[in-house]
């Protein structure tokens, strides 16, 4: 008996359905067993009012992070100046000749800049992109080292010695007398910056319940997106670098509080053998949520015993992200996304400060329609799914940053308009590429792999400076180079499966396996008669 190909198709359909609709439900069971196993949840709950204390709290390190972050706006803007001849000299001279005996700045926006401070112009005016770089690369060591302090000593310590240098060196700034110092001091309040970067998300995500991981880590980046709208606030009533690096610097002593307000991870007491001080805190918590506290420390030796009881799964390193074919195109198709993200939101952010027009308000333009881009992303990540929002995101930022090049001089009302789209592309793409890498790294080399993608952002980060400063080369070199970037990872990113709903692959093997084969159609448009 022959089978038509429409029926073999449709056989074929139903067991991929079947198939999806079993992973779906072990996804479930293993969500639920999860929930029941896990000694935080069960004892504290996934989310109540302790949870809420301590996640507002942290919140309020994202200021600092965005202000020493995005400061080299207002701290080396584009400033005006002229030429100062030599005495007796007849003619006109080019305001970057080696004749010139000084140069006067134009000081009706800025009195102070570190480009005025040290006559980073003309030959040296690179110098003022290479600082932020080096502060880039600060962010980018501090992310590696803090990680490796926040693993053996817990995460409340290296998060207040992180705001502690991040407070004194911030504040040291302000007083270099000289450039290369001001750049030591920079890198050492980046590389604080980095550390409470990585230590509070780490901290949050170890005490909220799983399902709340996709809304939290997203919610996260609000608070970063205030302090870059209230940034260009600052340098309007301040217009002196030092006094601006000081303002901006000086709110980091109210989060020395964090070491009696921010509690160690319980997860982290837990797993490191400390349950009399995890019980403790799992308590008070347990008490603030309402919950009953009577089984806390058998809900902490059941968990003990069963994970005492698992076999043990095999570690994966950095050579497993692209030792097979699959799971090579996956690594390098998100970490250039990731390089995306870090080139374009940073690059753009300090681009738009060199635009024509009123400097405050177009980054204030800038920043506050990151807002409700980032909002947008929740309900696109759940709408649409991870792969189609970062493709959406990013196309969206690059077709309009691109399209500031074809723009006639003079029109800065389009201009700051493409910009602002760019930034809501931006403001998307961040947080789906970084849910999205969570969810494609298989479980045995996802810290490796979340690792690598963040480094990869932080180099191109450090790369979009130099972007910015080729605009004394052609006007329309940068737009062309930050819109054609994340073009290209959007075409790229047709290349990822999908990762909504779909269970977390645990191995290597799941990881290769994973996106493998095409799906003929989605159990939900099945399901739709679609």
């Given at each position: 008996?022959?089978?038509?190909?429409?029926?073999?198709?449709?056989?074929?359909?139903?067991?991929?359905?079947?198939?999806?609709?079993?992973?779906?439900?072990?996804?479930?069971?293993?969500?639920?067993?999860?929930?029941?196993?896990?000694?935080?949840?069960?004892?504290?709950?996934?989310?109540?009012?302790?949870?809420?204390?301590?996640?507002?709290?942290?919140?309020?390190?994202?200021?600092?992070?965005?202000?020493?972050?995005?400061?080299?706006?207002?701290?080396?803007?584009?400033?005006?100046?002229?030429?100062?001849?030599?005495?007796?000299?007849?003619?006109?001279?080019?305001?970057?000749?080696?004749?010139?005996?000084?140069?006067?700045?134009?000081?009706?926006?800025?009195?102070?800049?570190?480009?005025?401070?040290?006559?980073?112009?003309?030959?040296?005016?690179?110098?003022?992109?290479?600082?932020?770089?080096?502060?880039?690369?600060?962010?980018?060591?501090?992310?590696?080292?803090?990680?490796?302090?926040?693993?053996?000593?817990?995460?409340?310590?290296?998060?207040?010695?992180?705001?502690?240098?991040?407070?004194?060196?911030?504040?040291?700034?302000?007083?270099?007398?000289?450039?290369?110092?001001?750049?030591?001091?920079?890198?050492?309040?980046?590389?604080?910056?980095?550390?409470?970067?990585?230590?509070?998300?780490?901290?949050?995500?170890?005490?909220?319940?799983?399902?709340?991981?996709?809304?939290?880590?997203?919610?996260?980046?609000?608070?970063?997106?205030?302090?870059?709208?209230?940034?260009?606030?600052?340098?309007?009533?301040?217009?002196?670098?030092?006094?601006?690096q000081l303002a901006l610097s000086i709110p980091s002593i109210l989060l020395i509080s964090y070491y009696w307000l921010i509690p160690e991870s319980p997860r982290w007491l837990i797993a490191v053998g400390k349950i009399d001080k995890a019980t403790k805190i799992l308590t008070k918590a347990a008490e603030m949520n309402k919950m009953p506290t009577d089984g806390i420390g058998k809900n902490i030796d059941s968990a003990m015993k069963s994970k005492t009881d698992d076999a043990p799964m095999s570690r994966g390193n950095i050579v497993d992200l692209v030792r097979t074919p699959n799971m090579r195109i996956k690594t390098l198709v998100m970490c250039f996304n990731w390089f995306v993200c870090g080139i374009a939101f940073f690059g753009v952010a300090q681009y738009?400060?060199?635009?024509?027009?009123?400097?405050?308000?177009?980054?204030?333009?800038?920043?506050?329609?990151?807002?409700?881009?980032?909002?947008?992303?929740?309900?696109?990540?759940?709408?649409?799914?991870?792969?189609?929002?970062?493709?959406?995101?990013?196309?969206?930022?690059?077709?309009?940053?691109?399209?500031?090049?074809?723009?006639?001089?003079?029109?800065?009302?389009?201009?700051?308009?493409?910009?602002?789209?760019?930034?809501?592309?931006?403001?998307?793409?961040?947080?789906?590429?970084?849910?999205?890498?969570?969810?494609?790294?298989?479980?045995?080399?996802?810290?490796?792999?979340?690792?690598?993608?963040?480094?990869?952002?932080?180099?191109?980060?450090?790369?979009?400076?130099?972007?910015?400063?080729?605009?004394?080369?052609?006007?329309?070199?940068?737009?062309?180079?930050?819109?054609?970037?994340?073009?290209?990872?959007?075409?790229?990113?047709?290349?990822?499966?999908?990762?909504?709903?779909?269970?977390?692959?645990?191995?290597?093997?799941?990881?290769?396996?994973?996106?493998?084969?095409?799906?003929?159609?989605?159990?939900?448009?099945?399901?739709?008669?679609?």
């Amino acid at each position: 008996m022959n089978i038509s190909d429409s029926e073999e198709t449709s056989i074929g359909l139903e067991m991929k359905i079947s198939e999806r609709k079993r992973k779906k439900q072990v996804s479930a069971d293993e969500m639920k067993k999860t929930m029941e196993s896990d000694p935080i949840q069960k004892s504290i709950s996934g989310f109540g009012w302790w949870q809420l204390m301590v996640f507002v709290t942290i919140c309020l390190l994202k200021f600092p992070v965005a202000w020493h972050q995005m400061s080299i706006i207002f701290l080396a803007p584009p400033m005006d100046y002229t030429c100062v001849e030599p005495e007796g000299f007849n003619g006109t001279l080019d305001k970057c000749d080696n004749r010139c005996v000084g140069h006067e700045f134009d000081r009706s926006v800025f009195t102070e800049t570190i480009s005025s401070q040290w006559n980073l112009i003309c030959s040296q005016g690179q110098l003022a992109n290479a600082s932020q770089t080096i502060f880039m690369l600060g962010i980018l060591i501090g992310n590696v080292l803090f990680g490796s302090l926040a693993d053996k000593f817990g995460r409340r310590g290296p998060l207040v010695i992180a705001v502690l240098i991040q407070l004194v060196t911030g504040v040291a700034t302000a007083f270099a007398p000289w450039f290369w110092l001001f750049c030591f001091l920079r890198f050492l309040t980046a590389l604080a910056t980095g550390g409470t970067m990585l230590t509070s998300f780490v901290l949050i995500m170890e005490i909220i319940g799983v399902k709340w991981r996709e809304l939290l880590s997203v919610i996260y980046q609000i608070p970063f997106n205030l302090g870059h709208l209230t940034l260009p606030v600052f340098a309007y009533f301040i217009r002196d670098w030092r006094h601006l690096q000081l303002a901006l610097s000086i709110p980091s002593i109210l989060l020395i509080s964090y070491y009696w307000l921010i509690p160690e991870s319980p997860r982290w007491l837990i797993a490191v053998g400390k349950i009399d001080k995890a019980t403790k805190i799992l308590t008070k918590a347990a008490e603030m949520n309402k919950m009953p506290t009577d089984g806390i420390g058998k809900n902490i030796d059941s968990a003990m015993k069963s994970k005492t009881d698992d076999a043990p799964m095999s570690r994966g390193n950095i050579v497993d992200l692209v030792r097979t074919p699959n799971m090579r195109i996956k690594t390098l198709v998100m970490c250039f996304n990731w390089f995306v993200c870090g080139i374009a939101f940073f690059g753009v952010a300090q681009y738009i400060g060199h635009m024509s027009g009123d400097i405050f308000t177009n980054v204030a333009i800038s920043a506050a329609i990151t807002l409700p881009g980032t909002v947008l992303g929740i309900y696109c990540m759940k709408a649409w799914g991870r792969k189609y929002t970062l493709i959406a995101s990013n196309a969206l930022c690059g077709v309009s940053i691109l399209a500031i090049a074809f723009v006639p001089e003079g029109s800065a009302v389009v201009v700051v308009v493409l910009a602002s789209s760019g930034m809501i592309g931006m403001s998307i793409s961040f947080p789906t590429v970084y849910l999205y890498a969570g969810e494609i790294y298989p479980t045995v080399v996802r810290n490796i792999g979340m690792g690598t993608s963040s480094m990869i952002a932080r180099i191109g980060s450090m790369l979009a400076p130099f972007v910015v400063g080729a605009i004394s080369l052609a006007t329309w070199l940068p737009p062309v180079i930050f819109g054609t970037v994340p073009i290209v990872g959007a075409l790229l990113t047709f290349l990822l499966p999908e990762t909504k709903g779909a269970p977390l692959p645990e191995t290597i093997e799941d990881g290769e396996n994973f996106g493998k084969k095409s799906q003929i159609a989605s159990t939900e448009d099945v399901e739709n008669g679609k």
